[in-house]
T-cell receptor, first 117, second 119 residues
Framework: AQKITQTQPGMFVQEKEAVTLDCTYD???????LFWYKQPSSGEMIFLIY??????QNATEGRYSLNFQKARKSANLVISASQLGDSAMYFC??????????????FGKGTLLTVNP | GAVVSQHPSRVICKSGTSVKIECRSL??????MFWYRQFPKQSLMLMAT?????????EQGVEKDKFLINHASLTLSTLTVTSAHPEDSSFYIC???????????????FGQGTRLTVV
């Protein structure tokens, strides 16, 4: 079974509107971290936002917020006021395990976001 | 955030030759570095985990003799693709963890990636 599932291969949004990118995850660990990265066409991976499994509040970073629903095992990314520069591939990733254990990130297949003017 | 520099950004090599890719942490000590491979329009797949001063840990299905990883210092890890073939053409990207803390919430910083084309 996939550990990270991103069901939207592609998404379109009008400039200045908000968009939600879906991510569900599968883990039996109690302690884990969820990440969102942006990958523009240049290839670099840009860290956007992080949510820890024990964090009670949803993470926010500027125009990015993470809608964390632990019981549903979902960690959707919300981008508010979309900009043309937001057009890129977006990856959801998870790190499992307790302190001192494996640090590996597992990535979803990504969602290609296109912002239309 | 911390800076990870990867070099070269693009490389074209002939089939049968070897190519070395460098991953440097510029402003922090990286005890652990990770090497990923990404095929076009696909996700990142972890190839190996590199720990300074010890042998790399390879993921299942990754040939350790083909993808040589060396992590000789706290700021440098190298990936050498030996006897490259056209099917090795891909985007390779490294990431590095700052410090020695294994806390779950420590983010990983990524290099810019290397696009390898084997002709």
């Amino acid at each position: 079974a996939q550990k990270i599932t991103q069901t939207q291969p592609g998404m379109f949004v009008q400039e200045k509107e908000a968009v939600t990118l879906d991510c569900t995850y599968d883990t039996s660990d109690q302690s884990y971290g969820l990440f969102w990265y942006k990958q523009p066409s240049s290839g670099e991976m840009i860290f956007l936002i992080y949510q820890g499994s024990y964090d009670e509040q949803n993470a926010t970073e500027g125009r990015y917020s993470l809608n964390f629903q632990k019981a549903r095992k979902s960690a959707n990314l919300v981008i508010s006021a979309s900009q043309l520069g937001d057009s890129a591939m977006y990856f959801c990733a998870m790190r499992e395990g307790l302190r001192g254990s494996n640090y590996k990130l597992t990535f979803g297949k990504g969602t290609l976001l296109t912002v239309n003017p | 955030g911390a800076v990870v520099s990867q070099h070269p950004s693009r490389v074209i090599c002939k089939s049968g030759t070897s190519v070395k890719i460098e991953c440097r942490s510029l402003d922090f000590q990286a005890t652990t570095m990770f090497w990923y491979r990404q095929f076009p329009k696909q996700s990142l797949m972890l190839m190996a985990t590199s720990n300074e001063g010890s042998k790399a840990t390879y993921e299942q299905g990754v040939e350790k003799d083909k993808f040589l990883i060396n992590h000789a210092s706290l700021t440098l890890s190298t990936l050498t693709v030996t006897s490259a073939h056209p099917e090795d053409s891909s985007f390779y990207i490294c990431s590095a963890r700052a410090g020695t803390s294994m806390a779950v919430n420590t983010e990983a910083f990524f290099g810019q990636g290397t696009r390898l084309t084997v002709v």
